[in-house]
């Protein structure tokens, strides 16, 4: 089923249909291009890899998708490990909790093994993605394929291009819109944090000495805020603590890929300032009250903009390259 799925979504005309009308028909960068007649050949099956991982829905779904990863690239520069002489991405303070790298390196390897040199890690993250969302949300959309890798990686890229957990609406949304997104696109795709995680660093600071008179962020309801503290002591405000606690980012339905998220900030009940002020600013609010009442529109809009996420900024043709190892550049 799952092959008869991806046979599907790799036939070229479509991709190439959805690219004419995503770009208005001039001078299409349609992403398959770069890859005629290879296309179906390379469609993997990840669930086999690694069912677990992916309905964990971390890596793939996290970094594969996030906009900000693209926003310095969709080209798979997280991956890359630091050298003797610079400090990649994956190094940052923004980065350094993303987990699930093994699901990628996998999927790559078997891969490689039977097409080398043919599918980019681009093109890994962002297949991995789409069957995380497909197996979390059932939620399923066509992804273009011929990404190619970057060779540089580098942490001081991220400032400015990955909106911290303590964004306020406007602060994230200056980094979607720089990327084409829209208002309601940054608030649909930011419902991807209706699964997966959040360690305490991330959010404790709302918990404890939040403001001068305020002992906690207003904007979390009591009850949450109390719960949230029975998970995380004060020690883990501190960006470099070490404590492996971690709680839901939607508690209700925590490996569910729905709507229940939006629901949860009409309660006061994000886990991150980030989130709860999408409820909280004026700008989204009425954005987050209609994806809390209509799950199916919401779920038909993440997969549109899940799409067009990953073909914001992508390499192609003959730039950047096809490493054959996701953590290291080919030369
Ligand atoms: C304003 C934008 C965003 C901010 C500030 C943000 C921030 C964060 C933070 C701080 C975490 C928890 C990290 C940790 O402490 O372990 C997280 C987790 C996560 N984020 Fe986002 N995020 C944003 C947008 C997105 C988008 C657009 C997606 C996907 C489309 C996404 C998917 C995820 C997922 C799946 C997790 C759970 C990861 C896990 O379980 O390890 N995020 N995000």
Redesign the pocket.
Known sequence: MIQAKQQHYFLPELYCKRAKERYHGSHVPCLLDSFHGHASSYSIDFVALSPGRLL????P??RG????NCSIGCDASVLLDSTQWSQAEKESLANK????YEVIYAAKGALEARCPGTVSCADVIAFAARDATYFAGGIDYAVPAGRRDGTVSLASDIRGN????N?TAAD?WS??ANKGLSLDE?VT??G??S?????C???AWRLYNFAPGLPQDPSLDPGFAAYLKSRCPPSTVDVNSTDPT?VW?DGVTPKKLDNQYYKNLLEHKGV?F?DQTLQTSPMTAGLVSFDADQGEAWAEKFGMA?MK?SSIDVLTGSQGEIRKICWVPNH
Request: charged share 15%; net charge positive.
């Open positions: 964990q829905g971390d890596m779904l996290r998708n996030r906009a900000p909790r993303l987990r699930g990955i909106p911290p957990p964004a994230s980094i979607f940054m795709l930011i991807a944090h699964i997966g995680r959040s360690s660093p991330s959010f971690t980012l991150l980030s899940m996420m």
